[in-house]
């Protein structure tokens, strides 16, 4: 999804943000949860985006929401608040104290509102407070894992009451892949494991199961996404990773002043315009490729100066080998191998081999 800023799927991560940031505070957009902006994508039938919910700049905040990104960013400050009180409960450090006071005012004003919105905060927070006492006297997998299912049923059933059983198994899909991915950690600390007090559960084919469970009942796009997402966690995929551009620095300043041109052709500007446009996009599409390529205008290109995202492609210095060819390996790029790769961006053209066959020739 990196990258794809016009895509649905890109919309909805960014917009999620945005509307965390503009309800909650600019320090809350930290707790974004990627299972809420799931969420708020299954209550979305057609949302209709303004150019603030786009991420060509990460600080500019839409006045205006679609009614599931506000639920979904409600409902994410509330959970997060409940995960640290748990990390405090468990820990004690002064660490998970002070983070939960960095917070406490988003929560506070969180909560407020999906009290008013006739949610049973406090049945969920009695629902939550038992993870603890099942634990310690755990009696199976699907025990320990029902306040996480119970939970998400609540959060997702008060969005839609059709999503319930969507979100019961989205609950425990979710408890059991955390359990996955901590299991060498919680092994290390002693922390509890519901993989590890339960052995004789295959954690895989337990999440492979949950995963096909709700494959059925989800938008087709969703469900590839969420198939996708499971299996490169698990380990059965790779991760898509976009790869060190081999060009030389002169090719791809040549190649960024050629971008530069055309953005200053597009916007039709005059003298002192297009020396401004020549110097600033010439200068972001060196360093930034992938993002400046997909801005329409000047005032896009300039905009990701403060795009959080734009950062990180620029410090993301290090070469990574590229994947070794495996058969039958599925590939998840949307469309022709640029959108997953990047190699379009670098090279400027596709150049995949038979066009996303998960084999990248970036040359």
Same mark, same amino acid.
């Given at each position: 999804?990196?990258?794809?800023?016009?895509?649905?799927?890109?919309?909805?991560?960014?917009?999620?943000?945005?509307?965390?940031?503009?309800?909650?505070?600019?320090?809350?957009?930290?707790?974004?949860?990627?299972?809420?902006?799931?969420?708020?994508?299954?209550?979305?039938?057609?949302?209709?985006?303004?150019?603030?919910?786009?991420? @060509? *700049?990460?600080?500019?905040?839409?006045? &205006?929401?679609?009614?599931?990104?506000?639920?979904? +960013?409600? /409902? !994410?400050?509330?959970?997060?608040?409940?995960?640290?009180?748990?990390?405090?409960?468990?820990?004690?450090?002064?660490?998970?104290?002070?983070?939960?006071?960095?917070?406490?005012?988003?929560?506070?004003?969180?909560?407020?509102?999906?009290?008013?919105?006739?949610?049973?905060?406090?049945?969920?927070?009695?629902?939550?407070?038992?993870?603890?006492?099942?634990?310690?006297?755990?009696?199976?997998?699907?025990?320990?894992?029902?306040?996480?299912?119970?939970?998400?049923?609540?959060?997702?059933?008060?969005?839609?009451?059709?999503?319930?059983?969507?979100?019961?198994?989205?609950?425990?899909?979710?408890?059991?892949?955390?359990?996955?991915?901590?299991?060498?950690?919680?092994?290390?600390?002693?922390? @509890? *494991?519901?993989?590890?007090?339960?052995? &004789?559960?295959?954690?895989?084919?337990?999440?492979? +199961?949950? /995963? !096909?469970?709700?494959?059925?009942?989800?938008?087709?796009?969703?469900?590839?996404?969420?198939?996708?997402?499971?299996?490169?966690?698990?380990?059965?995929?790779?991760?898509?990773?976009?790869?060190?551009?081999?060009?030389?620095?002169?090719?791809?300043?040549?190649?960024?002043?050629?971008?530069?041109?055309?953005?200053?052709?597009?916007?039709?500007?005059?003298?002192?315009?297009?020396?401004?446009?020549?110097?600033?996009?010439?200068?972001?599409?060196?360093?930034?490729?992938?993002?400046?390529?997909?801005?329409?205008?000047?005032?896009?290109?300039?905009?990701?100066?403060?795009?959080?995202?734009?950062?990180?492609?620029?410090?993301?210095?290090?070469?990574?080998?590229?994947?070794?060819?495996?058969?039958?390996?599925?590939?998840?790029?949307?469309?022709?191998?640029?959108?997953?790769?990047?190699?379009?961006?670098?090279?400027?053209?596709?150049?995949?081999?038979?066009?996303?066959?998960?084999?990248?020739?970036?040359?």
């Amino acid at each position: 999804m990196f990258g794809l800023m016009k895509r649905a799927d890109r919309l909805a991560y960014c917009g999620s943000c945005k509307t965390i940031g503009a309800m909650y505070g600019q320090r809350a957009r930290l707790l974004l949860n990627h299972d809420l902006v799931f969420l708020g994508e299954l209550l979305m039938k057609n949302p209709e985006w303004g150019p603030a919910h786009r991420s @060509f *700049n990460c600080m500019a905040m839409p006045k &205006q929401h679609p009614a599931a990104l506000q639920y979904a +960013a409600t /409902v !994410a400050i509330v959970l997060a608040h409940f995960q640290i009180d748990d990390q405090v409960a468990d820990s004690g450090q002064w660490q998970w104290k002070a983070i939960k006071r960095f917070f406490s005012p988003a929560y506070r004003k969180a909560a407020a509102d999906l009290r008013a919105s006739g949610f049973p905060v406090d049945e969920l927070t009695n629902l939550l407070a038992t993870q603890n006492v099942r634990e310690r006297s755990a009696v199976s997998l699907g025990d320990v894992a029902e306040p996480t299912a119970s939970a998400t049923e609540m959060v997702f059933a008060h969005g839609a009451s059709e999503l319930a059983s969507v979100g019961r198994r989205f609950g425990y899909l979710v408890y059991v892949l955390d359990a996955w991915e901590d299991r060498a950690r919680d092994a290390k600390t002693g922390d @509890f *494991n519901a993989l590890l007090a339960f052995p &004789q559960v295959d954690g895989r084919a337990e999440i492979l +199961a949950a /995963v !096909a469970s709700l494959e059925k009942d989800l938008p087709p796009h969703l469900a590839e996404r969420l198939r996708t997402n499971v299996e490169e966690r698990l380990g059965m995929r790779l991760r898509v990773v976009h790869r060190a551009c081999k060009k030389s620095a002169r090719e791809r300043w040549r190649t960024a002043v050629e971008f530069a041109r055309s953005m200053k052709e597009r916007e039709r500007a005059g003298l002192l315009k297009g020396v401004a446009i020549l110097a600033t996009v010439s200068v972001l599409a060196f360093y930034a490729p992938h993002p400046i390529r997909s801005a329409e205008s000047w005032k896009q290109s300039f905009g990701l100066v403060m795009n959080l995202m734009a950062f990180g492609v620029i410090f993301a210095t290090v070469p990574v080998p590229g994947p070794e060819k495996k058969s039958g390996l599925r590939s998840s790029c949307a469309g022709c191998c640029g959108d997953s790769y990047g190699c379009g961006d670098c090279c400027g053209e596709c150049c995949c081999e038979a066009c996303c066959d998960s084999v990248c020739h970036c040359g």
